[in-house]
């Protein structure tokens, strides 16, 4: 049973990827005139977020604040669902709740390291 997921796991990720880099290639193709940075770019969200007006950076980070928000709560959630999955199965989750609780702390520090010094 675990190859098929790992298979569809593999799959429904390259699909992700492919489709982002699709939006990205059509974003540049609707916008000719403008001087948007290369998908493959190391830089690429800078150099975005750079050349973007007032209006989009306030669209674009009123976004990224609300998807923070939504991730902290849903890793909350998640390590909670796993611990009563654990609880429950006596199938022991604890290198996932590890593992996530690794991401939400590395997460918000990230966060508290960008802001703290603006």
Do not use: C, W
Not at 38 to 60: A, F, N, Q
């Amino acid at each position: 049973m675990h190859l098929p997921l790992l298979i569809i796991g593999v799959i429904v990720t390259l699909l992700s990827y492919s489709m982002t880099t699709y939006m990205m290639k059509l974003y540049q193709l609707a916008y000719p005139d403008r001087n948007l940075p290369d998908v493959g770019d190391k830089d690429y969200s800078k150099k975005l977020l750079e050349i973007s007006d007032d209006g989009e950076r306030h669209i674009m980070l009123y976004g990224l604040y609300r998807a923070y928000n939504f991730v902290n709560i849903a890793f909350v959630f998640a390590i909670i669902g796993i611990s009563f999955y654990s609880l429950v199965t006596e199938d022991s989750q604890l290198f996932s709740i590890i593992v996530i609780s690794l991401l939400l702390l590395m997460m918000n520090a990230v966060y508290v390291f960008s802001i703290r010094n603006r």
